[in-house]
């Protein structure tokens, strides 16, 4: 997609003015030049141009109040000065992986006073003979150089640190969320065991009704079985003792 076209669809039908950071990186730039941008873009602060075939920024349009520019795996090798009078106000620049080689390519970033950060990697200049200290001596207002300082303190990762305290304050709010799981479950398991308890008691009594009930029928099984066994064995002495009779008739 060519350069122009995303800029279209990173709008979305907004009004530039109204836009504040802007990506159009991997998008073709036709004669390596800045396309469509405008000077209209008048409040934007970040600007990432990262891959799109850029070899002049010539065309670049005044951005009062860009403060970072990403523009890293271009083919750039000059024309920087169109940075101080473009964007006075830069803070960082990232030119790494372009066709800068010499001292003097840079040499013209002496006018952005607020520049505090630049990137060059994997740009020739970084091979020649005391290429950080050079650069340093060049451009005094520069901080970091590749992400380090002249002590090689690395420079301080602002989304990092946004990251570190987002996940303190997940971790609070998780953590107080557990230990109220921990006391509802607490409680509802102070509660469970009550009511098992109370259970185990009831079921307890029911099975004392239960032993008794069972016992009462079998005294009464074995009571209906003494009397029909007593009336049995009448029957059967009454049976002799006619018999003894009848032997006694025969006599």
């Known amino acids: 997609m060519d350069m122009k076209k995303r800029i279209t669809l ?26 469509g941008l405008t000077d209209e873009f008048t409040e934007l602060e970040f600007l990432s141009m990262v891959n799109v075939g850029l070899s002049s920024l010539a065309k670049l349009p005044s951005l009062p109040k860009l403060r970072k ?5 271009n083919n750039l090798s000059g024309s920087l000065e169109t940075l101080s009078e473009k964007c006075p106000n830069l803070t ?32 020739e200049i970084t091979s020649l003979e005391d290429y950080r200290e050079s650069v340093f001596e060049l451009l005094p207002q520069v901080t970091y150089l590749d992400g380090f300082d002249q002590e090689d303190n690395e ?47 009831n079921r307890g009594d029911q099975e004392e009704d239960e032993d008794e009930e069972d016992y009462a029928e079998e005294e009464e099984e074995e009571e209906e079985q003494a009397g029909v066994q007593g009336q049995k064995r009448k029957r059967e002495v009454d049976d002799e003792g006619e018999e003894d009779e009848d032997d006694d008739e025969d006599d």
Do not use: H
């Open 10 to 35: 990173e709008l979305r039908s907004r009004n530039p003015a109204e836009i504040a950071e802007l990506v159009v990186d991997n998008s073709r730039s036709a004669d390596g030049e800045v396309e």
């Open 92 to 123: 960082y620049l990232n030119l790494s992986g372009n066709k800068i080689k010499e001292l003097s390519n840079v040499e013209a970033l002496q006018n952005l006073k607020s520049l505090q950060s630049l990137d060059l990697f994997n740009c």
């Open 155 to 201: 420079a301080p990762d602002s989304e990092a640190e946004d990251d570190d305290e987002d996940g303190e304050d997940g971790a609070g709010l998780t953590g107080d969320y557990e230990e109220e799981d921990d006391e509802e479950e607490d409680e509802d398991g102070s509660e469970g065991g009550e009511v098992g308890l109370g259970f185990q008691v």
């Open 69 to 73: 520019l990403e523009l890293s795996d």
